[in-house]
């Protein structure tokens, strides 16, 4: 019987369990998943993956240029009279049964069709950097906001260590009260301490929710999913912490990969090769044509066949409206030096930002260190005032405010290590990386 009773009892504690682990289990994400999942459901992206198919679809109008133009006619008509030309066709019928045929095509325009073509290749590359440009920017997005929730997550880890520690000095300060060796203040000092680190706790409790939340819209996670993410600071830092940079070198990466410096250079290409469009206008087009024709009074049709082919060429006069050209040629070439200003300006943007992420990372190594050597020392006065405080020599005063320093320093020393990391993949974004980080 107690071998059985034990039995149960063993198959209930494990079959319970089981149930709570699988209520508390949750999605858990890595960075680079979250990644996947914001870039292959991004409608932006998408959206320009369908306007580089429109590109390719205007290639093969223009591949149409050369071939030949077809057209046709029939028209059936009825005359109260017939003047004498008619009458010699039709007859004595008072019907008219009219078809034609033309023909009409290209032989030559001086390149214009291939300067066409040239302009919808270029468009198409710029769509290439632009698509780009998207990745680059879900990428620094999603994982800005990775790191958001890390921040506040390491934030509520040191709130709730804090919180174990007070309660901690709470249990002794109470058995010290009850033999008479502290007053009644300190227990109500470290109650109200705890409940400050519980407040605090809660504000970085909400700031993780609205990140997460921030990661589900952007990811386009399910609405009723409930997910974490993989935490790998420490990992990453360590890997990256003893990285050195060079700004040249930075700005080098720039000019040669950067997607909206080189969208630029395409848009310039494109306006140069549309200004050899407009001055190819000019020149003349020449051209082969065909027109046949059936005339009678009756379907089907009788012998009245009659045919006209030949070539020609077609000039349009560079003077008055034909002139126009000219001006746009002078746009253009405004245009391209508008875009050239406004090239160089977003070339300085980006080594401004640069030197600031460069000297930020400067200022979070400092740091890092910094809070290193305040912790060690604060956590070695704590242990100093706890002992004399439990030996009734030291006061509640000097272990809550070492518990606060403690408390404030950890929680800087976890956001430094992660702002290190944000940083870095800032530098990703700016030197237009569309690649994942790390």
């Not at 993989?230 to 940079?245: A, G, P, Q, V, W």
């Not at 060429?313 to 200003?341: A, C, F, H, L, N």
């Not at 929680?411 to 992660?418: E, P, R, V």
Request: net charge neutral; aromatic share 10%.
């Amino acid at each position: 019987m107690i071998n059985r009773f034990l039995l149960f009892n063993i198959f209930l504690s494990l079959t319970l369990s089981g149930n709570l682990l699988a209520q508390e289990v949750q999605t858990r994400f890595t960075l680079f998943q979250l990644i996947d999942s914001a870039l292959l459901n991004n409608y932006l992206l998408q959206a320009s993956r369908k306007n580089k198919l429109i590109k390719q679809a205007e290639l093969e109008i223009l591949k149409t240029n050369y071939q030949p133009k077809i057209s046709t006619s029939a028209s059936f008509s009825f005359w109260k009279f017939l003047l004498p030309n008619k009458q010699k066709v039709l007859g004595d019928a008072l019907t008219d049964v009219y078809t034609d045929v033309s023909i009409y095509q290209t032989i030559y325009d001086w390149g214009e069709n291939k300067a066409k073509k040239s302009i919808v290749e270029e468009e198409i590359k710029v769509n290439d950097e632009i698509q780009k440009q998207i990745r680059n920017t879900i990428i620094w997005g999603v994982s800005d906001a990775y790191f958001e929730v890390l921040k506040a997550e390491s934030e509520i880890s040191v709130h709730k260590n804090a919180l174990q520690q007070l309660k901690s000095h709470l249990q002794y300060a109470e058995n010290l009260y009850k033999i008479g060796r502290v007053s009644g203040v300190d227990v109500l000092k470290i109650n109200v301490q705890i409940s400050v680190e519980e407040k605090n706790m809660q504000k970085a409790q909400n700031a993780r929710l609205n990140q997460l939340i921030k990661i589900k819209r952007l990811c386009y996670l399910k609405e009723e999913d409930s997910f974490d993410i993989e935490n790998i600071s420490e990992t990453l830092y360590k890997e990256t912490r003893d990285l050195s940079f060079s700004p040249y070198s930075l700005y080098d990466t720039v000019i040669q990969n950067h997607p909206v410096l080189l969208a630029s250079n395409g848009k310039i290409n494109i306006e140069a090769k549309q200004k050899d469009v407009y001055m190819l206008q000019n020149q003349p087009e020449l051209f082969t044509y065909g027109i046949t024709s059936w005339e009678n009074a009756y379907i089907p049709f009788g012998d009245n066949f009659n045919y006209n082919i030949g070539v020609g060429i077609r000039y349009t006069i560079p003077y008055w409206g034909g002139g126009s050209y000219k001006s746009k040629i002078v746009q253009s070439k405004y245009r391209i030096e508008q875009m050239y200003d406004e090239q160089n300006q977003t070339f300085l943007d980006i080594k401004k930002e640069i030197d600031i992420a460069l000297n930020t990372i400067n200022d979070i190594k400092s740091e890092i260190v910094n809070n290193e050597k305040i912790i060690s020392l604060t956590n070695e006065t704590l242990n100093n005032a706890l002992v004399k405080y439990q030996a009734g020599q030291g006061t509640i005063i000097d272990i809550l405010d070492g518990q606060t320093i403690l408390t404030e320093t950890s929680i800087a020393y976890n956001k430094t290590i992660i702002n290190y990391l944000q940083t870095l993949v800032k530098l990703h974004y700016l030197t237009g990386n569309d690649d994942y980080p790390f």
